[in-house]
Structure formats: structure tokens, C-alpha cells
Antibody, heavy 122, light 108 residues
């Protein structure tokens, strides 16, 4: 059974940093790209960042580029999101999700974690 | 950047109704479109990928169609469990995606 378990959320002051983790199990982690999606309170889904299976390729939404860094440790089956220079508008539930296949254009995000809440406030 | 327009933003319907949600892309995205269902307090659930392929375990009353710039999600006979918010999602290339703004399906 595929499981994704996020951790690391919490309350942080504007300008602060936080690192989210997503522990994966039930599939060959290194074979799949992984992604972070966030949802501000009462708002829709926003794609944040994706990393390829081996970790050699990454990309980011313009809203987080230069502030967030996605990474993965395939030996630990864990995905990370390092968030720096946090702003109030980064307040959201952050979900990690598995990209369905290597054929990204034909894929959705087929498994999701339960989400971890990040609140940026003074 | 390719823009996605999802409509309507809210839809009121009754059990048994046929429901259609539309996503339009500002330029052709071939069949690079997925649909998700999200219930309050829960993570999204993949329903359809590659515009029309039903994800395993999803009821057959859900269907997707379209290619190029116009796509639809249809629920053939709305069930009580289907009241939720639905999102389309497009692949933009280079490991980037965009979600539509969502359609909330409410009880009429």
C-alpha cells in the first residue's frame, strides 16, 4: 500500500525558514518524480515544485522560485521542501504527491499525503 | 504561460443529475489534462488523467473528454458522495503543472 506522510509544518515568523519532509512507502521511491502542492485556507490547489526520480531535475512555481528548494534522499525514501524567506502568503496546507509515471505529460498525481499545515505569522 | 479557465466556479445540482464541468486552455495542451476530486479536510483524489483515462477504482459515472484547448468532466448521474470540489490540472512541460481554480458541486 502506497503511503505518504508529511511532517515539519508549524508556525513560523515572516522571514523565517522551515523544512518539510514526506516519508514514502509502498512503492519504488527512486523510480518516480515527486511533487509538492499547497492549498491556502479556503483557496484552491497550487502546484509548488517537482523533482525527478533520480533528483537531477527540478522546477518551481514562480511564487516560490529562489526561496524554496526541493530535494530527495532515495536511500531514506524521503522527499523534502526547504522553505526560506517565508511570507504570510505561504500560509497553506502543503501536500506531497507522487507523479503517476515517467511520462509526465500523460500523468496526474496518483497518491497524496494527508498534508501538513504551515502558518506564517508574527 | 498557458492559462486555464475552469467553469463554472459553483454548480448546484440534485442527486441523479448529469453534471458537466469545463476547462479551457489558452493554447493547445494536446491531452495533457487531469481531473481531481477534493472533499473538505481531505487530500485531492485523482479521477482522470490524459484527458479521458479513468483512474483505477474510480466509478464509471465519471468520464472525461476533450483535447487541444477544451476539456470536460462529466458525472453521468450525480451521487451523494460526489458533492465536492473538482479541479482540472494541465501539464506545462519541464516538470511544471497548473491547476484550475476549481468547481464546487453543491446540493440543490
Amino acid at each position: 500500500e502506497v503511503q505518504l506522510l508529511e511532517s515539519g509544518g508549524g508556525l513560523v515568523q515572516p522571514g523565517g525558514s522551515l523544512r518539510l519532509s514526506c516519508a514514502a512507502s509502498g512503492f519504488t521511491f527512486s523510480s518516480y518524480a515527486m511533487t509538492w502542492v499547497r492549498q491556502a485556507p479556503g483557496k484552491g490547489l497550487e502546484w509548488v515544485s517537482t523533482i525527478s526520480g533520480i533528483g537531477g531535475s527540478t522546477n518551481y512555481a514562480d511564487s516560490v522560485k529562489g526561496r524554496f528548494t526541493i530535494s530527495r534522499d532515495n536511500s531514506k525514501n524521503t522527499l523534502y521542501l526547504q522553505m526560506n524567506s517565508l511570507r504570510a502568503e505561504d500560509t497553506a496546507i502543503y501536500y506531497c504527491a507522487k507523479v503517476q509515471t515517467y511520462y509526465y505529460d500523460s500523468s496526474g498525481f496518483d497518491y497524496w499525503g494527508q498534508g501538513t499545515l504551515v502558518t506564517v505569522s508574527s | 504561460d498557458i492559462q486555464m479557465t475552469q467553469s463554472p466556479s459553483t454548480l448546484s445540482a440534485s442527486v441523479g443529475d448529469r453534471v458537466t464541468i469545463t476547462c479551457r486552455a489558452s493554447q493547445s495542451i494536446s491531452s495533457w489534462l487531469a481531473w481531481y476530486q477534493q472533499k473538505p479536510g481531505k487530500a485531492p483524489k485523482l479521477l482522470i488523467y490524459k484527458a479521458s483515462t479513468l483512474e483505477s477504482g474510480v466509478p464509471s459515472r465519471f468520464s472525461g473528454s476533450g483535447s487541444g484547448t477544451e476539456f470536460t468532466l462529466t458525472i453521468s448521474s450525480l451521487q451523494p458522495d460526489d458533492f465536492a470540489t473538482y479541479y482540472c490540472q494541465q501539464y506545462n512541460g519541464y516538470l511544471t503543472w497548473t491547476f484550475g481554480l476549481g468547481t464546487k458541486v453543491e446540493i440543490k
